[in-house]
């Protein structure tokens, strides 16, 4: 008889696993056996009643009045994640940010260890980035199979950077982390993640202009009446305006 198909993850269930994963680990370095909902959830910044709903994806429901066991759900949720074993990483981009990224020896430790950082700028091919010497893009394919490849880290220009998914994805590499500040576009059977430094930077500004008291409607509506020649009720005449 077949095994019956995988139970379908969520991706937002898919996107809370790895801060829970690492809410689990910390908790195994220092000795604690078991983790309640409620603790968990404190730890991930979520409510217990979605980490609940969350870890049943995986089959685990825990036991009342003790919680779950640590060990066996840092397994469950290794087994989910696909951390059971190594996913090679190449890196697209030899300038800055991928030399960085060479150099940044917690991949391997976790499981995603660089193989390989090729570039398109041949005055680039040779030069040694930590561990790795910078190879040709026209080898990419070759590295790809050689290496077994899994993920392709785009770390270019965001001119370049669906020139560089698409020579990813002929080269077999269907699993792609984009650093370029562009949205590209991929085949259905490829993944693609985006980190955008900028993004994240403009979140922290309005949350930074909120605490001085920039972004408040109240602090909007002070603006509005002092350029209407209205009173300034604080004093201190009006405040900026500052826009994200």
Do not use: C
């Not at 690492?22 to 009643?49: F, H």
């Not at 030399?99 to 090729?118: C, E, H, K, M, T």
């Not at 900028?198 to 603006?223: N, W």
Request: glycine share 10%.
């Amino acid at each position: 008889m077949a095994d019956p198909a995988p139970r379908r993850i969520p991706e937002a269930t898919v996107a809370r696993l790895p801060v829970y994963f690492r809410s689990l680990v910390e908790l195994a370095e220092a000795k604690t056996t078991t983790i309640s909902s409620e603790r968990l959830a404190e730890m991930a910044g979520v409510n217990a009643a979605k980490v609940r709903k969350d870890l049943s994806y995986l089959g685990s429901y825990g036991t009342r009045g003790v919680g779950y066991d640590v060990q066996y759900l840092l397994f469950q949720m290794s087994r989910a994640l696909g951390l059971t074993h190594d996913w090679p990483v190449v890196i697209v981009g030899a300038g800055n940010l991928g030399q960085a990224l060479a150099n940044y020896g917690g991949f391997g430790d976790r499981g995603f260890p660089v193989v390989a950082i090729v570039d398109a700028d041949a005055s680039k091919v040779g030069h040694t980035i930590g561990d790795l010497a910078v190879e040709a893009m026209d080898d990419l394919p070759a590295i790809a199979a050689e290496r077994g490849v899994a993920i392709g880290i785009i770390a270019t220009p965001a001119a370049v950077a669906q020139d560089v998914a698409d020579h990813l994805v002929a080269a077999g590499i269907n699993s792609v982390l984009n650093f370029a500040p562009t949205v590209l576009n991929v085949p259905a059977e490829a993944s693609i993640r985006k980190v955008d430094l900028a993004v994240e930077l403009q979140i922290l500004s309005f949350y930074q202009q909120r605490q001085q008291g920039f972004g408040s409607v109240e602090a909007a509506d002070g603006v509005a009446g002092a350029a209407d020649g209205g009173a300034d009720t604080n004093g201190d005449g009006p405040r900026p305006n500052v826009s994200v």
